[in-house]
């Protein structure tokens, strides 16, 4: 798959027994299938009736993320896998149901930067003031709602305890998740900046991740528009880092300790290393052409080194026998050139990290 997929969850709000809720998400899954299919998404129904959910009885506040309960922590999990959601409520007194209420509210970070869409029903308002009300509260938790929806009045609908067939509300449902799904990659940035173990980075705004064969689109196009330069300069189109193919990368970036450096979805930066015996080797530092020269490969390349374990002796990596402007770059940082290049044209540097201050 060329982008990368998205979970979508549908939220099933009713628990009372006998409730129209479960139908109407089965409508709705039914739907919504075929779509989901063509965007690569995964859809997973979840009722909240089989959470098992009381009502919030956890000490922290829910941004602390300290969950004493196993109920939060599966809920948690749930949410947290999730890149997106699609509620199916009903109106209850002009306003959402406790239930969904409840299961909001038990979390905070899982729900931050994901699109949430409803599928509402009711009498004469269709469930849209139970819309307009869990709008007004899932904004709070960085949820973003989005403007198509699906309202559904029963006295037109249901019928023999069953949805009647109708092609408007069917497009309406795949309407939705295609909104769902487009402003799901669009907040995916922000998701991945919020996300645990993603640090902030050297240039303002970008954050720093460790990288992974997700990544592998990413990753070949910077390494492609990264090594143009290095060919000119060495006269050669022998590189290994232009020709790789996405399974290439993919398979690299699985056992290589990769850092990259993202700014809104972009790849502006990255640099692998892992160790051999005592050496700790390091490759594949690449920037952006429009941020060179800022201090970022710089960065990139002590970050890499200080990934070395205790006991790696050197820092060893090769680079282009002619690429002066990255050898500059390794020289000021301690590192010494073998006295000959290879015969493939690349030359390797070294530094000693043998003595070091721990
Ligand atoms: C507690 C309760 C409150 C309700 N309040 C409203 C309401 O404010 N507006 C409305 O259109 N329907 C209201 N209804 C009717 C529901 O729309 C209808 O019963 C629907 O089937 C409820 O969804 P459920 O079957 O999935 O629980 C209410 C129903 C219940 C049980």
């Given amino acids: 798959m060329l982008t990368k997929s998205a979970r979508v969850l549908v939220l099933t709000s009713s ?3 006998g409730a ?40 922290e506040h829910p941004s602390a993320g300290v969950y ?35 299961a909001l509210d038990y979390l905070s970070r899982e729900w931050a930067w994901k699109p949430i869409g409803f599928v509402s029903y009711g009498h004469t308002s269709a469930g849209t003031r139970s819309v307009q009300h869990a709008k007004q509260v899932v ?17 037109d609908a249901v019928e023999g305890g069953r949805l009647r067939s109708d092609a408007s509300r069917d497009a309406a449902g795949v309407g939705l998740l295609d909104e769902l799904v487009r402003v799901a990659h669009a907040l995916r940035p922000l ?15 970008s954050y720093v991740r460790r990288l992974t064969p997700d990544d592998a689109p990413e990753v070949t ?15 050669t189109l022998a590189i290994p880092a232009l020709h790789e193919s996405l399974e290439d990368v993919r398979d690299w970036l699985a056992t290589w300790h990769t850092t990259g450096v993202w700014l809104d979805g972009r790849l502006l930066g990255m640099v692998r290393a892992r160790r051999v015996d005592t050496d700790w080797h390091v490759g594949r530092l690449a920037v952006v052409p429009d941020l060179r020269g800022q201090g970022l490969g710089r960065w990139l390349l002590r970050t890499a080194e200080a990934g070395a374990q205790p006991d790696c002796r050197r820092v060893l990596l ?22 000959l290049a290879a015969p493939d044209g690349t030359t ?7 003595v070091r201050q721990h």
Wanted: proline letters at 7%; charged letters at 25%.
């Fill in 15 to 17: 628990t009372r027994p």
């Fill in 318 to 339: 090769f680079t282009g026998a002619k690429s002066l402007r990255n050898i500059d770059l390794y020289h000021s940082e301690g590192y010494r050139s073998a006295p």
């Fill in 139 to 155: 904004t709070t938790l960085r949820l973003v709602p989005l403007g198509a929806t699906v309202a559904i009045r029963i006295g």
């Fill in 348 to 354: 390797c540097l070294t530094k000693d990290i043998s």
């Fill in 221 to 235: 196009v910077l390494q492609r528009c990264s090594w143009v330069d290095e060919a000119v300069a060495n006269d």
């Fill in 20 to 59: 129209l809720g479960p139908l109407v998400a089965q409508w709705l899954m039914e739907t919504m299938t075929p779509r989901a299919a063509e965007l690569g998404v995964e859809l997973v129904p979840v009722a909240l009736g089989d959470l098992d959910l009381p009502f919030l009885d956890e000490e």
């Fill in 191 to 205: 998701r991945e900046r919020a996300r645990a173990g993603a640090l902030s980075g050297p240039v303002p705004g």
């Fill in 68 to 102: 004493q309960q196993e109920h939060t922590r599966r809920w948690s999990e749930v949410v947290d896998a999730a890149d997106g959601f699609v509620v199916v409520t009903p109106e209850y007194n002009y306003g959402m149901p406790a239930t969904l209420k409840n």
